[in-house]
């Protein structure tokens, strides 16, 4: 693609030069220190980087979860600071699918419940809430668990159940922390392929991981460190040498 093509294109998600600083005086922690980040149609990006390095507050603040400190955050082109309160909750529950590094699924709701419930609030019957969140579920793998409990999952399957929260109704980004962390490698890959999907057809989509193995199915890494994202170019370099090490470890698996 061209320059001028790449820049008429609106960025699903952009951030630009955001800060976060948790905290006072002593207890100052800066969390992130100037992000530019743009993810595109299409595009599926995979962030990683050293525990405490900012990767979940990155994703909150994309997610419209938690506010920058400075600098601004764009939904499909729309300033999440400018937004009252009722508008921003409009724009996370329509554009924004949104997994849990610790799933957040309500545990008085069944799977399928959970699922439907942002459809339903979107003014969706609680019939066609309930038939996209079976869609949902099967697309998962997991059909079987629509009227089970949150209680009576085990970590992996209330992990799936939060990635087909995320991925119901028409969400323009998918935003997931650690979404295969308490999953087996092959149910971790199907997920991941369910991801690339709902990227292939035009979403974008920013999930962290430590796997490289994982990174793989992205079109892009970046890496955070101390709050710094690092240089676009060295991460594609980075990414390259991700990938051809992760389908060197694979093919040492066989
Ligand atoms: N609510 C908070 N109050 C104070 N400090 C916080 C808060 N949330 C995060 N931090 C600090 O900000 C920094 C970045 O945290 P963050 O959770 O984004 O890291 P992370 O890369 O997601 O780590 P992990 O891989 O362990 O999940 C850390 O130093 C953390 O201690
Ligand atoms: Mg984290």
Redesign the pocket.
Known sequence: MSHTQEARRTPVLHLENVT?V??QGA?E?Q??RGVDLKVHPGEFVAVM??????????LTLAGGLDTPSSGQVLVEGVALGGLNRKKLAQVRRRSVGYVF?DYNLIPALTAAENIALPRELDGLSARAARREALAALEELGIPELADRFPDDMSGGQQQRVAIARALIGDRRLVLA??PTGALDSTTGEAVLAVLRARCDAGAAAMM?T?EARHAAWADRVVF?RD?RMVDESVSQDAASLLVSAATNSMKVDE
């Open positions: 976060r948790h905290g207890a922690v969390a992130l980087g050293p525990s405490g390095s900012g990767k979940s507050t990155l590094q922390d650690e962290v430590h955070l709050g």
